[in-house]
């Protein structure tokens, strides 16, 4: 069996190519292989990523494909003969399928009729002829999220590519993509310098040999365990601790390295007046540095992950370590000292001075300013606590941090370091005496979000109200430009934003019905507009919906029990909606819910021609089993209206579990389509009117068992 190894050199990859190449290559190779399809065998395919080089092998390879026999049809039988002689069809058929022997020539039959016919060996193909053609055109379809091309729009790549190592067996495959020219030589830097050097492979032993000599980590999930050790005896030297980061952020680090090597570095404890949040984003998201702490407190420590191959290190680590340690305190002072003096210039202004420059700022066109965004968001909010009976003391702090949510996109911090948003505007406002709830506020807002690899939410009514206001607010306002995503595109998060919306609402328990709000939305913000609100409500509520179906499958509910539940009304209590599916996800395959779910599809097959007899006259039901069933269902109706009240399923399905008996036995002895009209109807509207109340807890017909 044989092996392949294909490496593409190339400037710095982004390191989310680097988290998602590997996959979508090994896909694209082993489709490649499928596609083949004459391989007794499937070969083995890894492939992995770094900064600088992507790296697929493949091993078990076959020499060459199997060989296959395939019937070639030729002329029809009625010309292919005079007397036993071969016509001229039949004698070019021969010729051109190199068949001198008549012998081996037989008829098939065929709808059209009858036909010559031949067998004809194809010799298997080499395997390294079928890779040197296809590997330029796996290239070019690797899906990354952006490409750069040159010389022609079909060379592509993420970052231009410097140099191709392609070898089967040891003997490189010499294919073109573009102009660079496939080899058998890889890139690694020279000892005791950062240069990189051409280096003859030999095979994949000897790959993978140098690879390691150089220090390379070409797994991404081993890199990882190995920066982690790094960062943990980095910081255990300093003994102090890593402050919490984000799995994205360790794959960005991931992604940008290929021979990691811890650094730790210091800067100026003058900068400790900066607020740390502001310190860690400046460390993290600009140099891509992991902030140090000891305790709580974050310190003027913190270390860094160079590309430093082994032999480097082992020539002058001292030296190499203090350069780079001076290199990176340089860079990170410079940017420090662009954030104190940012900081320091918002300090000087009250926030009114801030607010006010809201009005200059455009939300997006069509739409106003961020002040306006503000009043819209205070409306909004007041109107909530107001029809949903919030409690009073959440009124006046909700305004008051409602008309400071936008402030700090006019500070000079936000306008340097974008992702101070809301984190400015706590630290400001808690600098202002703002009340903690209103500082809160102003960075709950934006939430939900991912925090030290947990979702955070908000942690009050006030922040909750703040953050359903504003997300309603933009979306509202997409909706009436229709700019609802399509596709995947979302460049407003809207998609985002209603999820937030829906995880909130279910987090706080809110019963919120939406449709309301988007009335008073557009009752009392643009008016002015001519707008087809039936039109624009119709979309808000199938987009809220579709959110909210998406939202349930991505925590495992599956889509029978989403559509037992779900209907064109959920937008009017998501929450009830949500506990009822949960409710049903936990107890579908218990034998109470199975029991109902049979006596449920009864009495629909038996009423789908008679769904508008809504009503019954008690005094037309004699029978012994149409007045037990007639008590229970009026006992059963009473005690589960109090049991919805407080969202008690398991209690209502207990009750509702009482009707099974009655309903069997009213199938069993009582004729229901009886020729008497107001009997019949009578004896319908009693099942209709239990088949809605089951309804309360769920369609059970949707329910797959």
Known sequence: MSEFLLEIGSGELPYAEVRDIPAALSDRLRSFFKKTSLLLKEPIVHSYATSKRVVVIAEDIPIKTIDREIEIVGPPLNISYNGDTPALPLVRFMEKNGISDKKKLYIVRQKRGDYMACKKTINGRLLQDLLNENIPDIIKNIPFKKSMFWMDRDIRYSRPILWILSLFDGKPLEFYYGDIKAGDSTYLAEKGMYKMSRVKVNDLKDYFELISKNGIILKNGERRVFIEKELDAAAKKLKLDIAEY??????????????????????????????????????????????????????????????????????????????????????????????????????????????????????????????????????????????????????????????????????HIVYEFPEMQGIAGKIYA??????????????????????????????????????????????????????????????????????????????????????????????????NRNLNLNELKALFVNFANTRFKNMLMSLGYKPDEIASVANKDMAHDFYTSYLKIDFVSKHKSHKEFCDLSQVYKRIKNITSNYVNILSFDANKLTLPDEISLLKTFESVSNESRS??????????????????????????????????????????????????????????????Y
């Open 430 to 527: 808690k600098r202002a005496k703002e009340s903690e709830v209103v500082y809160l506020a102003i960075e709950e807002h934006y939430y939900p979000m991912r925090k030290a690899k947990k979702k955070v939410m908000p942690s009050n009514n006030v922040s909750a109200l703040c953050s359903l206001s504003d997300k309603f607010d933009t979306i509202f306002s997409f909706v009436m430009l229709k700019r609802l995503p399509t596709g995947e595109s979302d460049p407003f998060y809207l998609r985002r934003a209603m999820i937030g919306i829906i995880e909130i609402i279910i987090d706080r328990k809110y019963i919120i019905h939406m449709e309301q709000i988007f009335d008073f939305y557009f009752s009392n913000f643009f008016s």
């Open 246 to 411: 984000e799995d994205d952020f360790m794959d960005e680090i991931v992604g940008l390295t290929e021979t990691p090597h811890a650094i730790a570095g210091s800067f100026d404890r003058k900068f400790m007046s900066v607020p740390e949040e502001l310190l860690s984003i400046v460390m993290r998201k600009h140099q891509r540095f992991f902030p140090l702490r000891n305790d709580n407190n974050l310190m003027p420590h913190f270390i860094g992950i160079a590309n430093i191959t082994p032999d480097n290190l082992i020539v002058n680590k001292e030296g190499i370590e203090r350069t780079v340690r001076s290199g990176y305190s340089k860079v990170l002072a410079a940017r420090l000292a662009d954030a104190d003096f940012f900081y320091g210039e918002d300090i000087k202004h009250p926030l009114s001075y801030f607010v006010e420059k809201t009005k200059d700022i455009l939300f997006y066109e069509g739409l106003g300013s961020y002040f306006d965004k503000m009043k819209r968001v205070d409306g909004i909010g007041s109107f909530i606590i107001k029809e949903y009976n919030f409690p009073e003391e959440d009124a006046p702090q909700f305004v008051s941090a409602a008309n400071l949510l936008k402030f700090d996109l006019a500070t």
């Open 643 to 704: 049991l919805f009240g407080v969202n008690d399923y398991a209690g209502a399905m207990d009750a509702f579990y009482t009707l099974v008996t009655p309903i069997n036995n009213f199938f069993d002895s009582v004729l229901i389509l009886t020729d008497d009209e107001d009997v019949k109807n009578s004896r319908l509207g009693l099942l209709n009117n239990i088949l809605n109340l089951f309804k309360h807890i769920c369609d059970f017909s949707r329910l797959s």
